[in-house]
Structure formats: structure tokens, C-alpha cells
Antibody, heavy 118, light 107 residues
């Protein structure tokens, strides 16, 4: 069974760095990409970036200067780091994976709420 | 970035009613369009991909259509479990972008 699970701090202070982990099971990170998508409370979805199965990355240009995605294949984990957090970065952060078709998000983690506040 | 304009923002439907939700892309996206349903406190669920392909396990009352810049999601007979938020998403170009969402409620 494909599973993804996000973990990380629920509260981050303004100007600090957010570090999140997506731990996956039921598939290999070398076979499928893992994407990060976030959703401010009560609002829409924003694609943040992707760790491709080959190990390269791509980022939303709106976040690129602050965002870094990496992985540890031996631990089946994908990491998100974003610096200079502001209150508008308060959101539910999801990791997600395509299904058989590479462009659509068939599997989602439960999401983790990150609040940026002092 | 490709802008996805979704309408209506909210919709109230009666049991058994047929409803449609529209998504307009700011440029042609060659059917690289998906629809997701999200229920309160839950992660989004893929309903339709490639504009008109039904994801496995999704009831057949859901269907998608469209081409070029205009796409739509149809629910042929509204059921109580269909209440929730619906989002379109384009994957034609990076960054992938989503519509602002449609809140569907049972009247």
C-alpha cells in the first residue's frame, strides 16, 4: 500500500527556517517523484516543488529563492526546507505522488499544519 | 504562470441534481487537466485526469470534458457524499497551478 506521511514542527517563528519530512512506504523514491503542495487555511492549493525519481528537483519560481527539496532514498524520506518564513507561509503542507500517469497526484499524505507566529 | 479560473466559487445542489463546474486556463493546456475533491479536514482526492479519464474507484456519476482552454467537471446526480471543495489543476507547464476552488453543498 502506497503511503506518505508528513512530519515537522507545528509552529515556526517568523524569519526562521521550516524543515519538513515526508516518509513514504509502499514504493521506492527511485521509481516515483514526490511533490510538495501547500494550502493556507480555507484557501486554495499551491504547488511548491518536486523531487524527481532520478534525484533532480524543480521549484515554483515564486518560492525558488527560499526553497530546497532533498531526499534520503535509504530511509525513504523526502525533505523540504524553506527559509525566511512569514505569516503568509502558514498552511497545511502536503507531500503527494503521481499514480501510473506522471502528471496527476493520486496519492497524498495527511498533511501537516505549519503556523508561522511569534 | 498559467492561471486557472474556476467557477462558480460556490454551488448548492439538490439531491439527484446534475451540476457542472468550469475551469478556464489562461492558455491552451492540451487536456493536461485534473479535478480533485477535498472534504473538510482531509487531503485532496483525484477524481479525473487527462481532462476526461475517471480515476479508479471514483463513481461513474463524475465525468470531465473540455479541450484547449475550457474544461468542466460534471456530477450527474448529486449525492450527500459529494459535498466538499473541488479544484482543477493544470500540469501542462511548470509551475503546476490550481483553480481557486468550488464549494459544493447539498441544498
Amino acid at each position: 500500500e502506497v503511503q506518505l506521511k508528513e512530519s515537522g514542527p507545528g509552529l515556526v517563528q517568523p524569519s526562521q527556517t521550516l524543515s519538513l519530512t515526508c516518509t513514504v512506504s509502499g514504493f521506492s523514491l527511485t521509481d516515483y517523484s514526490v511533490h510538495w503542495v501547500r494550502q493556507p487555511p480555507g484557501k486554495g492549493l499551491e504547488w511548491m516543488g518536486v523531487m524527481w525519481s532520478g534525484g533532480s528537483t524543480a521549484y515554483n519560481s515564486a518560492l525558488k529563492s527560499r526553497l530546497s527539496i532533498s531526499r534520503d532514498t535509504s530511509k525513504s524520506q523526502v525533505f523540504l526546507k524553506m527559509n525566511s518564513l512569514q505569516t503568509e507561509d502558514t498552511a497545511i503542507y502536503y507531500c503527494t505522488r503521481p499514480g501510473r500517469e506522471p502528471h496527476w497526484f493520486a496519492y497524498w499524505g495527511q498533511g501537516t499544519l505549519v503556523t508561522v507566529s511569534s | 504562470d498559467i492561471q486557472m479560473t474556476q467557477s462558480p466559487a460556490s454551488l448548492s445542489a439538490s439531491l439527484g441534481e446534475t451540476i457542472s463546474i468550469e475551469c478556464l486556463a489562461s492558455e491552451g493546456i492540451s487536456s493536461y487537466l485534473a479535478w480533485y475533491q477535498q472534504k473538510p479536514g482531509k487531503s485532496p482526492q483525484l477524481l479525473i485526469y487527462g481532462a476526461n479519464s475517471l480515476q479508479a474507484g471514483v463513481p461513474s456519476r463524475f465525468s470531465g470534458s473540455g479541450s484547449g482552454t475550457q474544461y468542466s467537471l460534471k456530477i450527474s446526480s448529486m449525492q450527500p457524499e459529494d459535498e466538499g471543495d473541488y479544484f482543477c489543476q493544470q500540469s501542462y507547464k511548470f509551475p503546476y497551478t490550481f483553480g481557486a476552488g468550488t464549494k459544493l453543498e447539498l441544498k
